[in-house]
């Protein structure tokens, strides 16, 4: 799966910069949803085939999940703070902060809600929640937005991009309640949070702004959906390793030519794909060195390239082909070094903190499953 999920982290990059010798990929909502569905694979692998045989599954999955999301994020908002106040003492733009103070000396009322901001950006949590809201200038206080209006306060936030992180931190919290479950139970909820997502498109406007995309409760769908293809696959009721190529090379030619397939088609054909395929694409290639080396750079590239937009944007920055190629290139060698310097030894960490189980049957079943780093 590290060639799909390279690839959909590209997309992301794509989109926040220019199309790379025109080539495009997919839209951002859809790059993002279908890491949801891979997400939840992977999270119902790991807890099933790993966790589920510590002592605490529980709290070892979710301390391990926020060791694995959480260092690398902080990491970038320290580096675009530091970005911020060098273009600051050399160009005289304070980036990030220049937003704070021009909102504060418009509204000094605002500053408890302005720290609020600021503590989301240092702590991750409630980045999602800060999306619905703006701040009302004559009196300090938050403005809810209701359900069909797009961010306001976008510039505040460090990562503009990290509220689909803390999205995703929503979603292992609740993922205990069903990872380990029946296949009825996760249908059961997948069908309930549909139902969710259908009442707040009709009533509550939510289509005319891309809010759900931004909502917890109902993106669980997605999340779910990853969970049942394991499930799935599990019973034998989804393609297999056998068939892992083939498949691959088809979600790749299916990413590339996206925007030449019918509106609307294309999603679903992408959306059913990454969910019937990915458990085969994963077992064929789970231990291959080129893919879990491509995949070890997405989340460093989805993060990292909020930081390196700043410096390509800068107009003195050479861009000849537009803002994409030197985006992609400078993502990429960031993540590279981030991945093997900086974030290699968290990996060490979190992978020692898994004990072996304590039976022997237990033992050999897990000798024989893929150690994912992911875990």
Sequence with gaps: MGTIRFLLALAVVIVHS?????????????????FYIISGFLMAFV????????????YLFLSNRFLKLYPLYFLVVLLVALLSITFGLTLGDWGKFRFYYELYTQSPQSIVALVTVFLSNLTLIGQDIVTFFSINKSDGNFHFLGLQENIQLQELLFIPIAWTVAVELIFYFLSPLVLAKRIKTVVASIILILGIRLLLFEFAGANKGFTIYRFAPTEFFWFLLGVLSYKLVKQNRLPGAS?????????????????????GINDILVFSSIFAFSPAIFYRFSKNK?????GDLCYPMYLGHALLSIIV??????KPFGTGLPLVLLTILFSIAVNKYFLQPFEKYRQGRLRAPKTKINQEEIKQKPAPTFA
């Design 313 to 318: 944007n800068v107009n003195s920055f050479p």
């Design 290 to 294: 080129v893919d879990k080396f491509l």
């Design 18 to 34: 220019s199309p790379l010798f025109g080539i495009e990929l997919v839209p951002g909502y859809l790059a993002v949803q279908s």
């Design 47 to 58: 807890y099933n085939e790993k966790y589920i045989y510590s002592t605490r599954p529980n």
């Design 243 to 263: 068939n892992g190529a083939i498949l691959l090379l088809f979600v790749i030619s299916l990413l590339f030519s996206y925007r030449y397939l019918p509106s």
